[in-house]
């Protein structure tokens, strides 16, 4: 069987689609953020099936809701439920209170409660029953992101057989910093455990391969050109880094819609077509909105002729409302909002415009068509979509992206983006600065640059990318050989922490 002509199986935490059962009310609704805007076009297009949390526990009218929803996709999807105890202490606690920040390298936020990670072993065991009832022989499983790195371990743990490979959406951090995490050896030996891992970029790739070669015992590592083998507990696995993308070319049909067009005049109009400064993100820590925001307020200041000609537009995704530290995040950007509205607006004139709400693609689209600039600015991102999205959208080759040098998206937007680091302010502020004078020929030769990457470089070929070379891989395994020392020690502690609390 060729590799394309295996069904696609996609494990993540969340299904593309979020249901919110009250009482008497079930109210179905896509789930925004970068994960589920990257392989919604892959299913859609291929078909296929999605295993993933709803956010609650068992409930039958969820089961019936989706299945109805399904009869009208052209892809299935299979619900994983979770009490509220296991999602506490596996989503809120392990994977947004200690993987996700450490990985994103604040260790300072991690609390590495125990109770977090034996949450984290039974998640990962509930979406393994998810997969074992929806699995069939020849399919490529594909599972997706931080929350189920223990996937492939649980699995095998269980006879099964499957082609298994995973991708890393968000940065894997150096040894210096990874060491940190209590159970590091558990984790690396379950990841080694799949047939095929992809990160982001070279340097996650690398950050992962000396993770390896420090904490993994007995582990041996290949090189082949820019991908690897690694063999480990018997098990080899090739490795590379595959830049995730976007639908390019739904995208730029999508920026001459009607709709598109309308909204960007209504946009234009209602903020008396001062130029647009734009930041579109999920609510999060990591993607430096108040560093951005002060770093606007500087631009304000150092450059008052600017005073009512620019304004930025800040939209946000409301995302982790359960976690308090989001809460707070979301009251200091408000805070912040707020103050500099007070201090530097002025009749007929609002410096920044901002959304807290998920916005509809249309409108997304429009707003990228009418901003002067975008300023995607996280302090440490996977990959961001928003800047390829941005580019992408940008049909008319005009447009300034000004982007965070720590956004995996900066390997390969250099050559077009006005490259900043988001904790220098005065550096923000200049780059913001060159981008509103740039001109027009300038933006062109830069956009076109960038577009013409993201065009061939799109979220279909990565994902072809990524299932083609995993399924070489597989093929083509390293030359059996004994390891330096028994690898059965990751074995056993892995099987206690899964099986034996
Ligand atoms: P995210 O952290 O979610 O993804 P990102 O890549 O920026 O980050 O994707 C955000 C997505 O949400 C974009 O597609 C954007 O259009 C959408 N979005 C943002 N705000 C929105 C709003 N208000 N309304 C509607 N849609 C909105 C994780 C990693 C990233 C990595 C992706 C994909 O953290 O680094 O790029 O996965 O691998």
């Given at each position: 069987?060729?590799?394309?002509?295996?069904?696609?199986?996609?494990?993540?935490?969340?299904?593309?689609?979020?249901?919110?059962?009250?009482?008497?009310?079930?109210?179905?609704?896509?789930?925004?953020?970068?994960?589920?805007?990257?392989?919604?076009?892959?299913?859609?297009?291929?078909?296929?099936?999605?295993?993933?949390?709803?956010?609650g526990?068992?409930?039958?009218?969820?089961?019936?809701?989706?299945?109805?929803?399904?009869?009208?996709?052209?892809?299935?999807?299979?619900?994983?439920?979770?009490?509220?105890?296991?999602?506490?202490?596996?989503?809120?606690?392990?994977?947004?209170?200690?993987?996700?920040?450490?990985?994103?390298?604040?260790?300072?936020?991690?609390?590495?409660?125990?109770?977090?990670?034996?949450?984290?072993?039974?998640?990962?065991?509930?979406?393994?029953?998810?997969?074992?009832?929806?699995w069939?022989?020849?399919?490529?499983?594909?599972?997706?992101?931080?929350?189920?790195?223990?996937?492939?371990?649980?699995?095998?743990?269980?006879?099964?057989?499957?082609?298994?490979?995973?991708?890393?959406?968000?940065?894997?951090?150096?040894?210096?910093?990874?060491?940190?995490?209590?159970?590091?050896?558990?984790?690396?030996?379950?990841?080694?455990?799949?047939?095929?891992?992809?990160?982001?970029?070279?340097?996650?790739?690398?950050?992962?391969?000396?993770?390896?070669?420090?904490?993994?015992?007995?582990?041996?590592?290949?090189?082949?050109?820019?991908?690897?083998?690694?063999?480990?507990?018997?098990?080899?696995?090739?490795?590379?880094?595959?830049?995730?993308?976007?639908?390019?070319?739904?995208?730029?049909?999508?920026?001459?819609?009607?709709?598109?067009?309308?909204?960007i005049?209504?946009i234009?109009?209602?903020i008396?077509?001062?130029?647009?400064?734009?930041?579109?993100?999920?609510?999060?820590?990591?993607?430096?909105?108040?560093?951005?925001?002060?770093?606007?307020?500087?631009?304000?200041?150092?450059?008052?002729?600017?005073?009512?000609?620019?304004?930025?537009?800040?939209?946000?995704?409301?995302?982790?409302?359960s976690?308090?530290?989001?809460?707070?995040?979301?009251?200091?950007?408000?805070?912040?909002?707020?103050?500099?509205?007070?201090?530097?607006?002025?009749?007929?004139?609002?410096?920044?415009?901002?959304?807290?709400?998920?916005?509809?693609?249309?409108?997304?689209?429009?707003?990228?068509?009418a901003?002067?600039?975008?300023?995607?600015?996280?302090?440490?991102?996977?990959?961001?979509?928003?800047?390829?999205?941005?580019?992408?959208?940008?049909?008319?080759?005009?447009?300034?992206?000004v982007?965070?040098?720590?956004?995996?998206?900066?390997?390969?937007?250099?050559?077009?983006?006005?490259?900043?680091?988001p904790?220098?302010?005065?550096?923000?502020?200049?780059?913001?600065?060159?981008?509103?004078?740039?001109?027009?020929?300038?933006?062109?030769?830069?956009?076109?640059?960038?577009?013409?990457?993201?065009?061939?470089?799109?979220?279909?070929?990565?994902?072809?990318?990524?299932?083609?070379?995993?399924?070489?891989?597989?093929?083509?395994?390293?030359?059996?050989?004994?390891?330096?020392?028994?690898?059965?020690?990751?074995?056993?502690?892995?099987?206690?922490?899964?099986h034996?609390?």
């Amino acid at each position: 069987m060729k590799m394309d002509e295996r069904r696609l199986v996609v494990v993540s935490n969340r299904l593309p689609i979020m249901v919110e059962a009250g009482e008497n009310t079930l109210r179905l609704k896509p789930s925004c953020g970068g994960l589920v805007s990257a392989l919604l076009p892959i299913l859609s297009e291929q078909g296929g099936c999605w295993i993933g949390a709803t956010g609650g526990a068992y409930d039958h009218r969820v089961v019936d809701a989706l299945k109805r929803w399904c009869a009208t996709q052209d892809y299935s999807l299979v619900p994983v439920f979770l009490t509220a105890a296991e999602s506490a202490s596996f989503y809120q606690g392990c994977s947004n209170e200690i993987i996700w920040p450490l990985f994103h390298g604040v260790p300072s936020r991690c609390n590495f409660g125990p109770e977090y990670w034996s949450g984290y072993c039974t998640a990962n065991e509930r979406f393994a029953d998810g997969v074992e009832g929806a699995w069939k022989s020849g399919d490529f499983v594909w599972v997706h992101d931080y929350h189920l790195m223990l996937l492939a371990h649980v699995l095998r743990s269980r006879g099964a057989d499957c082609r298994l490979a995973y991708f890393h959406h968000i940065p894997f951090p150096p040894p210096d910093v990874f060491e940190k995490l209590p159970w590091r050896m558990e984790m690396l030996g379950a990841l080694a455990q799949f047939d095929t891992l992809g990160f982001q970029t070279a340097r996650d790739r690398r950050n992962f391969v000396a993770c390896l070669r420090r904490w993994l015992p007995g582990v041996r590592i290949y090189r082949g050109g820019e991908r690897f083998v690694i063999r480990a507990a018997g098990h080899s696995a090739a490795i590379g880094n595959y830049p995730i993308s976007v639908d390019y070319d739904d995208l730029a049909a999508e920026a001459t819609s009607p709709a598109v067009l309308a909204g960007i005049e209504a946009i234009q109009q209602g903020i008396s077509r001062a130029s647009i400064i734009l930041g579109v993100d999920r609510l999060d820590y990591t993607k430096g909105i108040p560093e951005r925001l002060t770093a606007f307020e500087a631009l304000l200041k150092t450059h008052p002729e600017l005073r009512g000609h620019v304004t930025m537009v800040q939209i946000v995704v409301p995302s982790r409302e359960s976690i308090p530290e989001y809460k707070e995040l979301k009251l200091r950007i408000e805070m912040t909002v707020s103050k500099i509205n007070g201090e530097y607006g002025s009749p007929g004139w609002v410096p920044i415009h901002y959304l807290h709400r998920c916005v509809s693609r249309a409108e997304l689209v429009a707003f990228y068509r009418a901003a002067h600039v975008a300023l995607v600015t996280p302090l440490k991102d996977g990959m961001n979509l928003v800047a390829k999205e941005f580019c992408a959208s940008r049909v008319d080759d005009r447009g300034v992206l000004v982007l965070s040098e720590f956004a995996g998206a900066a390997e390969e937007l250099r050559n077009g983006a006005l490259l900043v680091n988001p904790y220098d302010t005065q550096g923000v502020v200049s780059a913001l600065f060159l981008a509103l004078a740039m001109s027009d020929s300038e933006q062109q030769q830069r956009m076109q640059t960038m577009r013409a990457h993201i065009r061939e470089h799109n979220v279909f070929r990565w994902a072809r990318t990524f299932r083609s070379q995993g399924f070489a891989a597989r093929a083509s395994r390293p030359p059996a050989f004994l390891p330096h020392s028994s690898p059965s020690f990751i074995s056993s502690r892995l099987a206690l922490m899964t099986h034996g609390r």
